[in-house]
């Protein structure tokens, strides 16, 4: 099938051709039709498998067809995204696909000022791509109506269920109308899914597509069974001796990426952190950076193992092994997309050996262990990275001034000592006038 045998118009024909795509995706050709007939969607399908234009086009379309005469101020449909750079990119998905068409959107998202988003809707847009809690805040404050809304995508509805979002989600449903067309979109599909499912959709066509070749196929993956300690020296080494076009090295927590990307950075390899406590201007510069290639390693927490889709990822680096089987199918996911090979390395400690273990029997093999690491007696420069919780501004006692009324109280003592010493003549002068 071509994109030309979809019922597309001609300027989304003009915007596809544009990106240079010629066939359809499985989850675009088979989605497509079904929502542009108006019926609901129940879509199963891996990450980079091109789900975005899969709902974008056709919610397109449908806007252009049923667009009023006189444009209303309110949003016709709406996408919620789990994090900030998953919306940003559907937000600028829609934006490419629509160049040619008269339709105005935006996106919703913390981390930033509510100020130009508030501006956003005032003036009157068509489509809202948001994530569910500054949106619901922005519903709260009187600043967004859905009323209008007759299109609701949820996309990674799985990742939104881990993060905690569906009473905010079940919220923002209340304020929308009860005739919609819903569209949910999730790489895995538990019980809750399901549940969440059967409530929102009315009779949904469901699209369960598999990788043409799974993602654990088209990645070569490889362990490293190292220490704890020597993780980061491995890690450097393995910087500059493989060829790395572009690399995400994954830790599990906040702290830990950014004291990897100081160190790194210490050790000659340029690398900067993204995670959820940076700000939102901070996150969009490092990716832009990223994608440029100025920045060649990115050090992420899981909050990048989803949605960011970024060309030419060679390597994978799993600084510390996923907790979560899944989570590692995602994280390996950011390399070999749009068919191309990439490589997936894991260091592990032996604290970490039961999660290799689990990841192992989700993907139904072993992976190929290289060795225990390099030999090396290199001590690499570390940078002491302050913990969240100490007090970084607190100084040493030494350079603190002496506590209240010490100095007398030290005073005081001295002289007393000074008064009984035997050596002591005016001492020992006074104490016999008070024993006379």
Do not use: W
């Not at 068509?126 to 009187?142: E, F, H, K, S, W």
Request: hydrophobic residues 35%; charged residues 25%; contains cysteine.
């Amino acid at each position: 099938m071509k994109f030309t045998d979809l019922p597309l118009t001609e300027p989304l024909m003009r915007a596809v051709s544009t990106r240079g795509y010629q066939t359809p995706t499985p989850i675009q050709a088979q989605t497509i039709p079904h929502t542009l007939a108006g019926r609901d969607v129940l879509g199963c399908a891996q990450t980079g498998t091109g789900k975005t234009a899969a709902f974008a086009l056709p919610i397109l379309q449908r806007l252009i067809k049923d667009q009023p005469k006189k444009r209303r101020p309110l949003p016709r449909a709406l996408v919620l995204a789990p994090t900030r750079e998953l919306s940003q990119q559907i937000a600028e998905s829609f934006q490419t696909y629509g160049q040619h068409l008269d339709i105005y959107g935006t996106v919703i998202y913390g981390g930033v000022g509510q100020g130009n988003q508030i501006k956003a809707l005032r003036r009157g847009v068509d489509i809202v791509v948001a994530t569910p809690g500054r949106l619901l805040d922005l519903i709260n404050q009187g600043h967004c109506d859905l009323s209008a809304v007759h299109c609701l995508v949820l996309d990674e509805a799985d990742r939104m269920l881990d993060m905690g979002f569906m009473p905010d989600i079940k919220r923002i449903i209340s304020h929308l109308p009860n005739r919609k067309q819903v569209l949910l979109f999730s790489a895995t599909m538990p019980r809750e899914i399901r549940q969440l499912a059967s409530k929102l959709l009315d009779d949904p066509a469901e699209v369960t597509v598999a990788p043409e070749s799974p993602a654990v196929e088209r990645i070569r993956q490889s362990v490293y069974h190292v220490e704890r300690s020597q993780k980061l020296a491995l890690l450097a080494h393995l910087m500059d001796t493989l060829s790395i076009s572009r690399a995400i090295v994954f830790t599990r927590t906040k702290y830990g990426a950014d004291r990897l990307a100081k160190q790194l950075k210490r050790a000659g390899t340029p690398a900067e952190a993204i995670h959820g406590n940076k700000s939102q201007n901070a996150r969009q510069r490092t990716m832009t950076q990223f994608r440029s290639g100025k920045i060649p390693v990115l050090v992420a927490t899981d909050i990048a193992a989803r949605g960011i889709d970024v060309d030419g990822i060679s390597h994978v680096f799993n600084y510390d092994i996923a907790r979560d089987p899944e989570g590692h199918i995602h994280r390996i996911g950011r390399t070999a997309r749009a068919g191309a090979e990439g490589e997936a390395i894991s260091l592990c400690d032996p604290d970490e050996l039961p999660n290799l273990q689990a990841i192992e029997r989700l993907i139904r093999m072993k992976l190929q262990v290289v060795g225990d690491g390099p030999a090396t007696d290199v001590t690499l420069p570390v940078e002491r990275v302050a913990h969240p919780l100490q007090r970084t501004n607190r100084k040493p006692r030494q350079n603190r001034g002496p506590a209240k009324n010490g100095p007398r109280k030290h005073k005081r003592n001295n002289a007393r000592q000074k008064q009984h010493h035997p050596g002591n003549k005016a001492g020992a002068r006074r104490r016999k006038r008070v024993a006379k």
